[in-house]
């Protein structure tokens, strides 16, 4: 069964290489690996680092659905070599974890309006905008891939992380 490299693994810290071909098997069994361990884990974004693979791949499925094609985000996102710029200076803070951080969650912020570029599973090479928590989600996956994981965003340690248990607890207590 394949794991989630925990933080400390150099893996989460070196900058993925680009795949050169994208169309290839070996990059849908990559997927699928990264799929299973998504579902597994109860998900809603994976990078291939995450799970030990240094190449420029993640899944974004804000909704937990992930099934083939893997198209859009009803389906689970597949994106491949993505290149990201910002639309907007308006950054927005929010709570973030990740499936490499277990029971660790950060304030971060992140630009609300992004474009992305990136190639499909079937070596197409398109262009989408996302907003708010979709543009957050690309970019904690997207960070990923460059070495970087959402504790490098924090602002101030001593205020903006917290453990899974208290932010239940803080969210349970705003409803």
């Not at 989630?4 to 990059?27: F, K, M, W, Y």
């Amino acid at each position: 069964m394949t794991r989630i490299c925990q933080l400390g693994h150099p893996v989460l810290r070196t900058i993925a290489a680009p795949v050169i071909e994208p169309i290839d098997n070996s990059v849908w069994r990559l997927v699928r690996d990264m799929h299973r361990v998504l579902l597994d884990e109860k998900g809603i974004g994976i990078a291939a680092p995450q799970i030990g693979v240094s190449k420029q791949v993640f899944i974004v499925a804000p909704n937990q659905v992930v099934n083939p094609p893997y198209t859009s985000l009803d389906t689970g996102l597949v994106v491949i070599n993505p290149t990201i710029s910002a639309l907007t200076d308006t950054v927005t803070h929010e709570w973030e974890g990740c499936l490499s951080i277990p029971g660790i969650r950060g304030y971060i912020p992140r630009r609300c309006h992004i474009l992305v570029e990136y190639t499909t599973l079937n070596g197409e090479r398109v262009s989408e905008t996302y907003t708010d928590f979709t543009a957050r989600i690309f970019l904690h996956e997207y960070d990923h891939l460059m070495g970087l994981v959402f504790l490098d965003r924090v602002e101030s340690i001593k205020t903006d992380v917290i453990t899974d248990q208290f932010y239940d607890e803080l969210m349970a207590d705003s409803e």
